[in-house]
């Protein structure tokens, strides 16, 4: 279900119906008549069944500024993200931004460099619907009030923030004597026209760019064969005295990334023999903070909402100064320079809370804050940027991995194309990376390594891969203290240079503003265990001695699990020592007199 976001609830805004993960509207006649209220039957019926829909602006009073990712620059981004009013970031990576004015029967839609002014008569795929397929999606960015510009004030706000942004008009007119039809014109007719343009440039043949013109265009469908195909002609004979120019967007994104070297006759190899590299020097692992996060490393913790992953986080970077440890038992090695990206929408509020919490409840000093710097903007389409960006810092942490995509994470080629431009150079820069990943719902027999969300390469591009898990068996312990364990599972350590699992409990008061940390063991807790793993310690206890194929027949018969994910339980057990493994391959209990627990490196 699609739902509209509380600041559009509003008796006077009205809305239209979309097709389903499309900006078309259903109906005709929409700015008139086929318009709904937030709280419509009809319209609530169709956001139930996730169908898109539309803001109509005029109707009380609003507007949006529509920023279009293809022309706006890095800083026109920067610059309208800073003001503060409801925001969307766009299916396509644009932006629009809501206000209200009760002088928008002065002013008239327009058509900017950067984009669109649009006041009234016209519409915007609303907050939360979907888009390409269904791929990406029309996400709040900013989640605050609609923001009211004064009666008699808007002028000012167009001065400010509109009026640089207009298009040069003596080079629309010139084009439109010599043409015929407007190039720079927003009506209907001129849209198709400019379509029309694109789509005779990109090589498409007559009867492809009829097929895709029937496609996108309302007006197109409703005109004569002759009115098409005369219209085709004229916006052909146009691009021959006015050539399509590339846009400044269309340039930088040809550069960003050009290969310094053009391809070489002789193609370089990294060919190694066996003995010589059997015979170099291993060198020893260098970490941030010992056995728990190596230096130079792609490091994903992942963890369902509300399951202390951002916790995890912060308590890390905080301990991340020399002299200090984490769970007063992992070390620091040295004091870092960290810079955490936060681009999930929390805010700034949330952050410092959290930071008050934990400050407190470790008994740090102001000091451990001085090499962690907070980023709240990342441009997507300029990763370039970014990597300059933290050129001088040690460790990038990124807050969540989605945020940072330019399309869906179900996407191979999205989140492929993420880490060959960004997460690749910044590892191969030097730099550690943290990303913080949402998990899929939570299943007991699903393995940590496949319950990430998105396509299956992402947590194949990484290192280490940890999974953050709170136990609610302990939680509001008192009315003072909110107390719960976490589990932190290793699902993925490419270079085994982790420890593998632990836990510790998180004791929260919020009366005197602390959140404190306890490390209380090795492995996993019976209660964060797969029921499966638990069948085969009953199963050791009850019958003794079984060996591979035994154990593998019992769970199969009581347990719809795969083969490795029986083995990966063995091994987990073992690991734990919790059972122990003969040279005859068969299984038992281990001896209750040896430990129980060994660190896991």
């Excluded at 259903?26 to 086929?34: A, H, P, S, T």
Aim: with cysteine.
């Amino acid at each position: 279900m699609i739902e509209i976001p509380k600041q559009l609830q509003r008796i006077e805004f009205r809305f239209i119906l979309l097709e389903k993960n499309s900006k078309k509207p259903i109906e005709k006649d929409w700015v008139e008549k086929n318009n709904y209220k937030y709280n419509d039957k009809k319209l609530l019926d169709w956001l139930n069944e996730d169908k898109n829909y539309g803001v109509l602006l005029g109707p009380g009073n609003l507007f949006v500024i529509d920023i279009d990712v293809k022309n706006a620059k890095p800083q026109d981004f920067e610059k309208f993200k800073t003001l503060d009013t409801f925001q969307i970031l766009t299916g396509g990576g644009g932006l629009h931004l809501y206000f209200l004015s009760e002088d928008i029967d002065f002013f008239k839609n327009e058509t900017l460099s950067i984009g669109e002014l649009k006041m009234k008569g016209v519409q915007v795929v609303g907050p939360n619907c979907n888009y390409t397929n269904g791929l990406t999606q029309y996400q709040i960015s900013k989640d605050m009030e609609i923001f009211k510009i004064g009666s008699g004030k808007f002028h000012d706000f167009y001065k400010e923030f509109i009026s640089i942004h207009k298009l040069r008009k003596e080079t629309t007119d010139e084009k439109e004597l010599e043409i015929g039809d407007h190039i720079g014109d927003t009506s209907r007719s001129g849209l198709d026209f400019n379509n029309l343009r694109h789509l005779i440039k990109s090589g498409l043949n007559e009867e492809e760019i009829f097929q895709q013109m029937r496609k996108s265009s309302i007006r197109w469908l409703s005109l004569p064969k002759s009115k098409q195909i005369w219209e085709y002609k004229n916006a052909k004979g146009s691009l021959d005295k006015f050539p399509i120019k590339e846009t400044w967007k269309e340039k930088q994104y040809k550069g960003q990334f050009k290969v310094e070297d053009e391809i070489k006759k002789n193609l370089e190899r990294d060919t190694i023999n066996a003995c010589e590299l059997y015979n170099q020097e291993l060198k020893p692992v260098d970490y941030h903070i010992n056995k728990l996060i190596p230096k130079n490393t792609l490091i994903l913790i992942g963890g369902n909402s509300g399951e202390f992953k951002t916790g995890f986080a912060l308590n890390l970077i905080l301990s991340m100064i020399k002299g200090s440890s984490f769970l007063e038992l992992f070390p620091a090695v040295e004091t870092p320079k960290i810079l955490y990206y936060e681009v999930d929408g929390n805010g700034k509020k949330s952050i410092q809370w959290k930071l008050k919490y934990f400050m407190n409840g470790n008994n740090y000093n102001e000091e451990v804050l001085k090499n962690i710097d907070f980023e709240y903007l990342f441009y997507k389409d300029f990763l370039k940027t970014e990597l300059e960006n933290i050129k001088n810092y040690d460790i990038i942490v990124l807050d969540s991995y989605r945020r940072f995509l330019k399309g869906s994470e179900n996407d191979s080629e999205v989140t492929n194309e993420f880490f060959l431009k960004f997460l690749k150079k910044a590892k191969t820069a030097g730099k550690t990376i943290i990303v913080l990943h949402h998990l899929k719902k939570p299943s007991d027999e699903q393995e940590l390594i496949h319950a990430f969300r998105g396509n299956t390469d992402i947590v194949s591009q990484f290192d280490v891969v940890f999974g953050v898990q709170k136990t609610p068996d302990r939680q509001n312990v008192n009315e003072k203290t909110n107390e719960f364990d976490v589990t932190i599972e290793c699902a993925k350590d490419r270079n085994d240079t982790v420890i593998k699992n632990f836990n510790f409990s998180v004791f929260k008061d919020e009366k005197i503003v602390k959140t404190t940390l306890k490390f209380t063991g090795y492995g996993k807790p019976q209660s964060k265990r797969s029921k499966h793993i638990l069948f085969i310690l009953k199963l050791l206890k009850d019958k003794g001695i079984q060996n591979r194929q035994e154990i593998l027949k019992y769970v199969l018969e009581n347990f719809k699990c795969s083969v490795p994910t029986i083995d990966n339980g063995l091994k987990e057990l073992v690991e734990t020592e919790e059972i122990e493994k003969d040279s005859y391959g068969t299984y038992k209990i281990k001896d209750v007199n040896e430990n129980s627990q060994t660190e896991l490196i």
